[in-house]
């Protein structure tokens, strides 16, 4: 990579010595960069607040041929998500997307569907609602996005339509299954939730998170989702329990 310039949303960044960091950025192309930013620990550096967890930066990128780690040349702030008093959901659902981000995109490679979601739901949480209905929206949809997310529209077995009855999830083997074929095996989610999970895909984030959603819809979507990622990232993303607990009643 030669110079690059693009934008990109900073997924976090840590130490690497007494005035660089390392800064983890997500960018539309060429996916997840690792770049170091030199001089960014300095109190009067130029990119010391450009460079914050869950900005929307302009960034001048350069790499020389078989370096692992970028260099930040220049860093311009588009939006700060956490910069403005961030209520204390606010921060954990956006620290919450930030992780599943930097585990689904790989380094260098190209992700931009995943990129307008995560900017889509980040302005949306910001300007109109955070609720457990957009937090779902967002982990449903990077599921599919990343083709981890089976068809559960139809019965695997017999073709049923189920998207309005309900079915049993079978994760192991990626198909759902109606009441008759599942034998009652399976993770059980219910009509209203089924149908909900259909909208997903078929509206904005701002439109889905502004539907009435029921506890138990909004209880098996809930674990529908966390069982899939569980499942596919073989363990549990640590930022989630606190957002549970603050996010509890809030569908």
Same mark, same amino acid.
């Given at each position: 990579?030669?110079?690059?310039?693009?934008?990109?949303?900073? =997924?976090?960044?840590?130490?690497?010595?007494?005035?660089?960091?390392?800064?983890?950025?997500?960018?539309?192309?060429?996916?997840?960069?690792?770049?170091?930013?030199?001089?960014?620990?300095?109190?009067?550096?130029?990119?010391?607040?450009?460079?914050?967890?869950?900005?929307?930066?302009?960034?001048?990128?350069?790499?020389?041929?078989?370096?692992?780690?970028?260099?930040?040349?220049?860093?311009?702030?588009?939006?700060?998500? =956490?910069?403005?008093?961030?209520?204390?959901?606010?921060?954990?659902?956006?620290?919450?997307?930030?992780?599943?981000?930097?585990?689904?995109?790989?380094?260098?490679?190209?992700?931009?569907?995943?990129?307008?979601?995560?900017?889509?739901?980040?302005?949306?949480?910001?300007?109109?609602?955070?609720?457990?209905?957009?937090?779902?929206?967002?982990?449903?949809?990077?599921?599919?996005?990343?083709?981890?997310?089976?068809?559960?529209?139809?019965?695997?077995?017999?073709?049923?339509?189920?998207?309005?009855?309900?079915?049993?999830?079978?994760?192991?083997?990626?198909?759902?299954?109606?009441?008759?074929?599942?034998?009652?095996?399976? =993770?059980?989610?219910?009509?209203?939730?089924?149908?909900?999970?259909?909208?997903?895909?078929?509206?904005?984030?701002?439109?889905?998170? =502004?539907?009435?959603?029921?506890?138990?819809?909004?209880?098996?979507?809930?674990?529908?989702?966390?069982?899939?990622?569980?499942?596919?990232?073989?363990?549990?993303?640590?930022?989630?329990?606190?957002?549970?607990?603050?996010?509890?009643?809030?569908?």
């Amino acid at each position: 990579m030669p110079i690059l310039e693009t934008e990109a949303i900073v =997924l976090r960044h840590y130490v690497l010595s007494e005035a660089d960091r390392i800064v983890v950025l997500f960018a539309p192309e060429p996916g997840k960069i690792r770049a170091v930013a030199r001089g960014a620990r300095r109190p009067k550096s130029r990119l010391a607040g450009s460079l914050e967890p869950l900005n929307h930066v302009r960034v001048q990128l350069y790499s020389k041929e078989g370096s692992e780690l970028a260099q930040i040349r220049q860093a311009d702030i588009i939006h700060s998500y =956490l910069s403005r008093n961030p209520s204390v959901p606010h921060l954990y659902a956006f620290s919450y997307w930030s992780e599943i981000v930097q585990e689904f995109v790989e380094n260098n490679n190209s992700n931009p569907l995943l990129f307008r979601l995560f900017l889509s739901a980040l302005k949306t949480a910001e300007s109109r609602v955070l609720n457990r209905a957009l937090v779902r929206y967002f982990e449903f949809w990077t599921l599919r996005l990343n083709g981890l997310l089976p068809k559960y529209d139809t019965c695997s077995k017999c073709g049923l339509c189920v998207k309005d009855v309900g079915f049993f999830a079978w994760l192991e083997t990626g198909q759902a299954c109606c009441a008759s074929c599942s034998g009652g095996r399976g =993770l059980h989610v219910h009509a209203a939730a089924a149908n909900s999970l259909h909208k997903i895909f078929q509206l904005s984030p701002e439109e889905y998170s =502004l539907l009435p959603m029921g506890e138990d819809a909004a209880g098996d979507l809930e674990r529908l989702a966390q069982r899939l990622l569980q499942f596919h990232l073989e363990k549990q993303l640590k930022s989630y329990p606190l957002l549970r607990e603050i996010l509890r009643g809030k569908a």
